[in-house]
């Protein structure tokens, strides 16, 4: 069974532009959730996708969004992009079954703005 | 919202001696408790995870206990070997799932020869 997938693995942008990042889940997972890690902050939770809805959500500005296709594949959007939003982002994708559940990550976008 | 404190932040032992991480939780109503490990340049991978209704698991040479009341869980490794080397993360989330994960700040744990 192929693991979580990130793509690009490396971006790099200026402020005030954007990007999208994609994430394609383990197969019949239809949880995806996204993180972003910086040495500073850690790991934290941005949200959460299942069955194409946002079922959760963390505590960052509007600038961040994300989506879910009905395929389970996942991106995340950031818009005008800051020097502070530099991380890896990491998504996650898991079969949100109580008692048997288990959040698979994939490898990371490391996002750099210059 | 959920906080979740871990320390320490760095811990360093001898090959073949034992390794605790501690954990405390804010949230009463958590109920599912992680632990991943983090290798250098590599993605974190859930090492054991607990369900507030278990006070304790084992898994070969890691266990993790959970203290409800006091609002704990503790990682321990026994016979640590030079591959434990890593960041150890905790987690907590209410959701009962993996989902919405809050993580500790880690613990770099490096095991000596």
């Known amino acids: 069974k192929a693991g979580v997938t990130q793509t690009p693995r490396y971006l790099i942008k200026t402020r005030g532009q954007q990007v999208t990042l994609s994430c394609s889940p383990i197969?019949?997972?239809?949880?995806v959730s996204w993180y972003q890690q910086t040495p500073g902050q850690g790991l934290q939770f941005l949200f959460e996708?299942?069955?194409?809805?946002?079922?959760n959500k963390g505590n960052f500005p509007g600038r961040f969004s994300g989506r879910q296709f009905s395929n389970s594949r996942s991106e995340m959007n950031v818009s005008t992009l800051e020097l502070g939003d530099s991380a890896l982002y990491l998504c996650?994708?898991?079969?949100?079954?109580?008692?048997?559940?288990?959040?698979?990550f994939g490898p990371g976008t490391r996002l750099t703005v210059l | 919202g959920e906080n979740v404190e871990q320390h320490p932040s760095t811990l360093s032992v001898q090959e073949g001696d034992s390794a605790v991480i501690k954990c405390t939780y804010s949230?009463?109503?958590?109920?599912?408790f992680p632990w991943y490990k983090q290798e250098l340049g590599k993605r974190p991978q859930l090492i054991i995870d607990?369900?507030?209704?278990?006070g304790e698991k084992k898994d070969q040479r890691i266990a993790v206990t959970l203290n409800k009341t006091a609002k704990h869980f503790s990682l321990h490794i026994t016979e640590t070997q030079p591959e434990d080397s890593a960041v150890y993360f905790c987690?907590?989330?209410?959701?009962?799932?993996?989902?919405?994960?809050?993580f500790g700040t880690g613990t770099r744990l490096q095991v000596t020869l």
């Open positions: 996708y299942f069955s194409e809805t946002q079922r």
């Open positions: 996650a994708s898991s079969l949100r079954d109580r008692g048997r559940d288990e959040q698979f």
């Open positions: 949230d009463s109503a958590s109920n599912y």
């Open positions: 197969s019949g997972h239809r949880s």
């Open positions: 607990i369900r507030s209704n278990v």
């Open positions: 987690a907590a989330s209410f959701t009962g799932t993996a989902s919405k994960l809050t």
